[in-house]
């Protein structure tokens, strides 16, 4: 609505313009008006968007349901640093390891921040990344190979032929199951879903080169795409039970990547190429198997080696303390 004013003190007529709107409209346009959302609605709205099919969005999917079942299916519109306090602490009476609370948080701050950006929620705590202990590597000797090997072989021809691919190569297991007759190419392999997101190409060893070519390309998308890895694993534990190693927690799939990239620094492959064959994003996630490259130590027992130095230099004096 247009009123004009007359003034008295001026010749001039000075207009303003009055808008009428609805109490609730002008609400709306000072507040905003934020809805409450538990993790497994987020979830929901934002998983496609998040994170690709796959792996790991099989691992995120199983992280945020069981936050989303310690939280009770709770609906918030601010997440507050005690919740994620009492989060953390209830994971820890689980019995997760830092390692593995910092993965769990990993998906749930990336959730959140999702939600904080869109105007879902309008506040987000601090994520403070567990300390994690480096641990002992597990990999497999010689012996152990052939044993396990040998017993899966025995269950399936197409189980052991993914498990020299997989010693070989380094891979993960969903990178290998997610090949197709494409991504080989000339003696080499190009794993374009990976982990990290950044594709990587290696060259194959003879053995994994016959443990791809020993199966028909016609009716299979892929050297191991009749596979999956609920049904690898499975087998895989029958297997390592039958050959005494039931008992050993470490001995899971994994344990044939950790057995190429010992064996790659053992054998005196410098860490930045151990690193490119992993297809690790950062350094540090490789420089957990530095420590087995022995070899470049060889050189101080030398200088240390008192008897030996006497053996090949008589002429100096040695005094021991």
Known sequence: MSTSVKSDFSSHTISYTANYGSGAALHDRLFNVVEKFSVAELFERYKNILWEDGNHKYNVTSFLGELNEIMLGERFSAFDQSTLDDLIGKLRERGNSNATINRKMAALSKLLRKAYKMGDIHSLPEFRRQKERAGRIRFLEYDEEDRLFGAIKARCEDSYRLSLFLVDSGCRLGEALG???????????????????????????????????????????????????????????????????????????????????????????????????????????????????????????????????????????????
């Open 179 to 321: 090949l197709i007759w494409n991504d080989i190419q000339e003696h080499r392999v190009s794993f374009w879903i990976t982990k990290s997101g950044r594709s990587r190409t290696i060259p194959l060893t003879e053995r994994a080169e016959r443990a791809i070519k020993g199966v028909d390309a016609r009716g299979n998308k892929g050297p191991f795409s009749m596979l999956t890895g609920v049904r690898y694993r499975m087998l895989w534990n029958d297997a390592k039970a039958e050959i005494g190693l039931g008992d050993d927690t470490q001995v899971v799939p994994h344990i044939l990547r950790h057995t190429c990239a010992s064996r790659l620094v053992q054998g005196g492959i410098d860490i930045r190429r151990v690193q490119m064959w992993l297809g690790h994003q950062t350094l540090q996630m490789t420089m957990r198997y530095a420590h087995l490259a022995t070899n470049d130590l060889d050189s101080c027992v030398n200088v240390l080696d008192r008897d030996r130095c006497r053996r090949h230099h008589p002429e100096r004096a040695w005094h021991i303390a």
